[in-house]
């Protein structure tokens, strides 16, 4: 029902910023949370940050806390996630997905996923 589609990765260095952007097709994007996760080759999928529907709340691994951000921005169908201070350990393949309830770190009360965007970080 939710299609999306991220953009915004590439190659930055240890110490640098990026922001990646989710852009959502749909007519009930501003009815679901929204939320970052991100994996890396052989690693399981690992949430990175969340946001409620309403963006009332957001939700970050203790990994990313004070380094990244997530946004949304309901009239662009968009969801963000600034990201400071990069760390090598950062570099994976981020994804965003929409949520359908429950657990915000658990892939499997996500219902829809992008394709995801690499990013990579080097020292």
């Known amino acids: 029902q939710v299609q999306l589609v991220e953009s915004g990765g590439g190659l930055v260095q240890a110490g640098g910023s990026l922001r990646v952007s989710c852009a959502a097709s749909?007519?009930?994007?501003?009815?679901?949370?929204m939320a970052w996760f991100r994996q890396a080759p052989g690693k399981e999928r690992e949430f990175v940050a969340g946001i409620t529907w309403n963006g009332g709340r957001t939700y970050y691994a203790d990994s990313v806390k004070g380094r990244f951000t997530i946004s949304r921005d309901d009239a662009k169908n968009t969801v963000y996630l600034q990201m400071n201070s990069l760390k090598p350990e950062d570099t994976a393949v981020y994804y965003c997905a929409a949520h359908t309830g429950g657990s915000w770190n658990d892939p499997t009360n996500f219902g829809s996923w992008g394709p995801g965007t690499q990013v990579t970080v080097s020292s």
């Open positions: 749909g007519r009930s994007f501003s009815s679901y949370g």
